[in-house]
């Protein structure tokens, strides 16, 4: 049974609510256990951090400044991993030739390139976004190659039977084909680019909230790290509820299907037949010789 939409999003509130009522009874109470919950702050207590960050100017330039940071080094990230993925799954060529270097740079984590950022950019302001493009570039990548590689042939074919160009095929086929892949990599990489971007503002940053939770614990100000915290959760989610969003939109030609406890497709209900009395039997006899035919049938299929 599927719940309604009002009664999912009253059952999430409610989780929420258990977590941070679980939070304040083991902080308050002090529970020392194997987990030490007598060092975090309570709810209350950064509830009420929280509110003076909201009531002063840094709070907002810091937000600002992660905004700015991660929102471009994404965009670079999305337009150079779809044209590298794009290219490196129809091109041999570029393939042997860019594949090796990325494959090598690849396994490399964002967050070690601050010192090559370091000595390659003059300003720790574009380190920053480079080392957020480069985390989400490579999630991209993969996603949109292997999303271009797994097309049907098929399609292309019949284009090119028609007398389309490569660039009708790449705009009307391979594109539109690839979108699902394509933004399954980028949620991923806008998640990725938010772990990298809060580790370079810790590291190299002067604003930010990356850059501002770091000093909060430097100066054993818990209740400013969890607002930090907090901060950086909230922001994720929404920017990582966008691009799922901006997804949806661009691939409602996509068959939907609703999701079913178990991995259960629910089967349509068969119409109701109405009809005279005495033909419950010629009913009854075509189901049961349907029966007998539906096993031959079934093994034929998968005999081919």
Same mark, same amino acid.
């Given at each position: 049974?599927?719940?309604?939409?009002?009664?999912?999003?009253?059952?999430?509130?409610?989780?929420?609510?258990?977590?941070?009522?679980?939070?304040?009874? @083991?902080?308050? @109470?002090?529970?020392?256990?194997?987990? *030490? !919950?007598?060092? !975090?702050?309570?709810?209350? &207590?950064?509830?009420?951090?929280?509110?003076?960050?909201?009531?002063?100017?840094?709070?907002?330039?810091?937000?600002? &400044?992660?905004?700015? *940071?991660?929102?471009?080094? !994404?965009?670079?990230?999305?337009?150079?991993?779809?044209?590298?993925?794009?290219?490196?799954?129809?091109?041999?060529?570029?393939?042997?030739?860019?594949?090796?270097?990325?494959?090598?740079?690849?396994?490399?984590?964002?967050?070690?390139?601050?010192?090559?950022?370091?000595?390659? !950019?003059?300003?720790?302001?574009?380190?920053?976004?480079?080392?957020?493009?480069?985390?989400?570039?490579?999630?991209?990548?993969?996603?949109?190659?292997?999303?271009?590689?797994?097309?049907?042939?098929?399609?292309?074919?019949?284009?090119?039977?028609?007398?389309?160009?490569?660039?009708?095929?790449? *705009?009307?086929?391979?594109?539109?084909?690839? @979108?699902?892949?394509?933004?399954?990599?980028?949620?991923?990489?806008?998640?990725? /680019?938010?772990?990298?971007?809060? /580790?370079?503002?810790?590291? /190299?940053?002067?604003?930010?909230?990356?850059? *501002?939770?770091?000093?909060?614990?430097?100066? =054993?100000?818990?209740?400013?790290?969890?607002?930090?915290?907090?901060?950086?959760?909230? @922001?994720?989610?929404?920017?990582?509820?966008?691009?799922?969003?901006?997804?949806?939109?661009?691939?409602?030609?996509?068959?939907?299907? /609703?999701?079913?406890?178990?991995?259960?497709?629910?089967?349509?209900?068969?119409?109701? =037949?109405?009809?005279?009395?005495?033909?419950?039997?010629?009913?009854?006899?075509?189901?049961?010789?349907?029966?007998?035919? &539906?096993?031959?049938?079934?093994?034929?299929?998968?005999?081919?």
């Amino acid at each position: 049974m599927t719940r309604r939409p009002l009664a999912r999003y009253a059952l999430r509130t409610v989780s929420l609510a258990a977590a941070l009522g679980l939070w304040q009874l @083991l902080t308050s @109470l002090d529970v020392d256990l194997w987990l *030490r !919950f007598s060092q !975090f702050p309570t709810v209350t &207590d950064v509830a009420g951090a929280f509110a003076d960050r909201l009531a002063g100017a840094d709070y907002w330039t810091d937000l600002t &400044d992660s905004l700015t *940071r991660i929102l471009s080094g !994404f965009a670079l990230a999305a337009v150079l991993g779809v044209a590298t993925g794009v290219l490196v799954a129809r091109s041999p060529l570029a393939e042997d030739l860019l594949g090796p270097v990325l494959e090598v740079i690849r396994p490399i984590p964002a967050i070690a390139l601050v010192p090559v950022a370091i000595l390659l !950019f003059p300003s720790n302001e574009q380190g920053i976004v480079f080392i957020t493009c480069t985390a989400a570039f490579f999630p991209v990548l993969v996603s949109t190659r292997h999303a271009v590689r797994a097309l049907t042939p098929v399609w292309e074919e019949a284009v090119r039977t028609m007398g389309g160009s490569r660039l009708r095929i790449l *705009r009307s086929v391979v594109l539109p084909g690839a @979108l699902p892949g394509i933004f399954g990599g980028l949620s991923v990489g806008i998640g990725v /680019s938010w772990i990298c971007v809060i /580790s370079a503002e810790m590291i /190299s940053g002067q604003y930010g909230v990356g850059y *501002r939770t770091w000093q909060d614990y430097t100066v =054993v100000n818990y209740p400013g790290v969890f607002v930090g915290m907090v901060t950086i959760g909230v @922001l994720g989610w929404v920017t990582s509820t966008a691009v799922e969003l901006l997804g949806r939109r661009l691939t409602r030609w996509l068959p939907r299907t /609703s999701y079913v406890p178990g991995g259960r497709t629910r089967a349509p209900r068969p119409p109701a =037949v109405t009809g005279p009395a005495h033909g419950d039997s010629e009913h009854k006899a075509h189901a049961q010789q349907q029966g007998q035919d &539906d096993p031959e049938e079934a093994r034929d299929e998968h005999l081919v």
